[in-house]
């Protein structure tokens, strides 16, 4: 369902507002001055026909010649600009003859624009007929008219259509990209844009053309890297048993428990887990195949076992009743994350200390594990450091700064996150972050 802070909704909103506004000032624009004319010439036509009726009875009516000139004389004793309104719903009329005499009208011009023509009686008399305009504007009337008709709901319905196509036009390849990029996230390097779009030649091809660029060097980048270490493990494994090999000989040869040999074999071990280490980092850079998993009954194993194994500890598993387990996630590589975490958290912190499993259902969509303990903390300036490869904040516990790294891999690979904060007024959590199955319904 689209959601209106989304590109397709701005765009087709942008491109409907300014259709719609241009289009209805169009139609005022060309409606006021059809309008206008028609007034205009609605005005005219009654005002020489009233004209010529008036002329033609000035004529031939001796009593109404004489009425008028009567009228005439009192107007121009009178003080004002009074205007005699002969002519009802008309505009303010003048009427001169062939000698310019005024015959009918006020002492001054009134305001408004001036109109004239020329009338000729039915005896040949010559007269100019003039008269003033002062144009009504009745806009609320007018836009109430507009609103409410047919060329109004033509503009609407062709602005919406244009606004669809073209939203549809910048919009339907846009998304097109999102999912190649999507793609790509999810581990699917080899993924492509079609040639349909990457020969546009417009800035969405060359957008189209720089991901295939991209996600080659990705690619290629990525498959190099994990190669590197599969060789390089791989390769240390030979020399690494001929040491175990040659180590053996050699605690024969001189008694067992001798300092030296016993040094080499820790060495050795220590070796050994790095290398098996470095091929699960490499492994987990790879694409892994997510599915819907229900992660409870995983974090009851993995407490389980490492209650099992330090059963000095304590440990707590607490969720509440109402949270979907179901998630999108791969259980071997959900497990793995898991238990780095909790060992972390049980070499890195005293006997005294309790790790405290959570699960949450932050958002519709998400499902929060989080992995807590009330020991002494990180540093601010090292929170962000503690997921990086081969990064040991504290060098004299055994380990070689792998274990959140492949724990923070673990859960990219599977479209999840992992953060770390510090927790008031002390103590570490790990947060896991995964979605949540489309069935897990809340």
């Known amino acids: 369902m689209y959601r209106f802070n989304r ?3 701005k765009v087709f909103l942008s491109l409907w507002l300014s259709s719609f506004a241009v289009m209805i000032v169009t139609m005022l624009v060309i409606g006021e001055l059809a309008d206008r004319d028609n007034f205009k010439s609605k005005i005219n036509y009654q005002v020489k026909l009233q004209t010529e009726r008036f002329i033609d009875r000035y004529e031939s009516s001796m009593v109404f010649r004489e009425r008028v000139k009567n009228r005439k004389m009192r107007l121009k004793k009178h003080r004002g600009e009074h205007w005699p309104e002969i002519f009802e719903k008309l505009p303010l009329i003048t009427i001169h003859d062939a000698d310019n005499l005024q015959i009918l009208g006020g002492k001054r011009p009134p ?6 023509f020329q009338v000729v009686s039915d005896r040949g008399n010559h007269y100019t007929v003039a008269y003033y305009l002062k144009e009504k504007r009745d806009y609320f009337e007018r836009w109430q008219t507009f609103i409410f008709s047919v060329q109004a709901l033509l503009i609407l319905l062709s602005a919406t259509l244009a606004s669809f196509i073209v939203s549809g036009i910048v919009v339907r390849p846009i998304n097109k990209l999102r999912g190649h990029v999507q793609r790509l996230k999810e581990g699917e390097f080899s993924v492509r844009v079609a040639d349909k779009l990457s ?5 969405i091809g060359d957008f189209a053309r720089d991901f295939n660029q991209m996600a080659e060097y990705v690619e290629n980048t990525l498959t190099g890297q994990q190669q590197l270490f ?7 494994r030979a020399p690494l048993a001929r040491l175990l090999a ?3 000989i050699i605690e024969q040869q001189i008694g067992d428990n001798h300092p030296s040999v016993t040094r080499i074999q820790l060495e050795c071990e220590r070796l050994s887990v790095l290398i098996d280490e470095l091929l699960s ?5 790879q694409q892994q195949a997510n599915n819907a998993v229900d992660i409870c009954p995983i974090i009851e194993k993995v407490v389980a076992d490492n209650q099992f194994s330090h059963q000095h500890r304590k440990f707590v598993f607490d969720i509440a009743t109402d949270v979907q387990c179901i998630a999108i996630a791969n259980e071997a590589l959900f497990e793995r994350a898991l238990s780095n975490i909790i060992g972390n958290s049980v070499k890195h912190t005293s006997d005294d200390v309790c790790i405290t499993i959570k699960v949450s259902n932050p958002t519709n969509d998400k499902l929060l594990i989080s992995v807590e303990d009330n020991g002494a903390g990180v540093p601010l300036d090292q929170l962000t450091k503690l997921c990086e490869p081969f990064y040991r904040l504290d060098t004299t516990v055994d380990g070689h700064g792998l274990g959140l790294g492949i724990a923070r891999q673990a859960m990219l690979s599977q479209q999840g996150d992992l953060q770390i904060e510090n927790v008031d007024p002390h103590g570490l959590r790990v947060k896991l972050t995964l979605f949540k ?3 897990s319904s809340d």
């Open 437 to 439: 199955a489309l069935d």
């Open 111 to 116: 305001k408004g624009e001036k109109f004239s």
């Open 230 to 236: 599969q060789n390089v493990s791989h390769e240390l």
């Open 7 to 9: 590109l397709f909704w």
């Open 199 to 203: 020969q546009r030649g417009d800035e």
């Open 246 to 248: 040659a180590s053996g």
């Open 281 to 285: 980092l490499a492994k987990l850079q």
